[in-house]
């Protein structure tokens, strides 16, 4: 399988299906992930946490890849999360761009950047167009 299947197939596992046995079959035993919503690299028993946690607040996931570039041991991939809000079930999509470094076929490292701001905002935790009011200068009360 190419970097690019490997990386479907984990994410739809693990997030999708909330199949965390995935995280020990298909990433490496020192894996660790980094992201806007971690302070520095989190292991393989944070990223479980993480997934259980963002699966409370949203519906079945399903991810594509719209973009990707392998080189070496390392994908670079944009991401589409289809999803929905599991408080209101409106469905809808944010974007994620990862690069993901592998040992082999496992995933070895995970350097994540989420669309928090559009995520939040369609799960009804923050205010419709957040951001663009973030860059005019106002305060979210």
Known sequence: MSKSEILLHWLNEAFGNKNLQSLETLMTPDSHCCGALSRGPIGKAELAEF??????????????????????DWI??????????????????????L????????????????D?????EKLGQLPSDALAACMGG????
């Open 51 to 72: 997934i259980l946690c963002l699966r409370s607040l949203t519906g079945p996931c399903r991810f594509s890849i719209s973009h990707s570039i392998e080189q070496d």
């Open 99 to 114: 690069m993901v470094r592998f040992e082999g076929e496992k995933l070895a490292e995970i350097l994540s950047q989420s």
């Open 116 to 120: 928090y701001f559009t995520l939040f």
């Open 138 to 141: 106002q305060i979210l009360n």
């Open 76 to 97: 670079a991939a944009r991401l589409h999360v289809h999803t929905s809000s599991a408080r209101t079930g409106e469905v809808f999509d944010f974007t994620d761009h």
